[in-house]
């Protein structure tokens, strides 16, 4: 069976490489989704990909991966990480192994992207990098894995 890991984005996302180039850079995320593949591809990995403006929805997608037999996944939350407590249950709930991951660097922004509801349940945080953040994060899950 092939082995699987998730890649979830949060809300507005799906607006990278439209606006707002200097704090998230001019990549779309089908572009770093795309690098991704590849990676996965030369790591005997494959890639399931989702993205969604809605709470839910995220949780429904931790669940699906976790019931699905995925390995671990990169998730972006985007503002959710702030907020959500149900994702962080959603990780607690499933044990699916996370690794939140960030483009911006959220500690040298406003007060309010300082907090993250998630951190202290996922594997571990990649925050700053713009697009490389992916796939440092997908790499260190997979170090993980094996
Ligand atoms: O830096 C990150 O990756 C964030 O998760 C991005 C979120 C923000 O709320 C978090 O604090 C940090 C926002 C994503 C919005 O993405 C856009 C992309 C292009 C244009 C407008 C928004």
Redesign the pocket.
Known sequence: MAREILVLN????????????E??GSETLDDIVEGLRRLAGERGFDVRAVQSNSEGELVDAIHAAAADGLLGAVF???????TSIALRDAITGTGLPVVE??????HA??E??HTSMLSGVCLGVV??FGPT?YRLAFDALIAHLD
């Open positions: 949060g809300p507005n996302l799906n607006l990278l490489g439209t606006r707002e180039p704090v998230y972006n939350p985007g503002a959710y990480t702030h991951t960030h483009l911006s660097n959220v922004r406003e309010f992207r925050v700053g953040s």
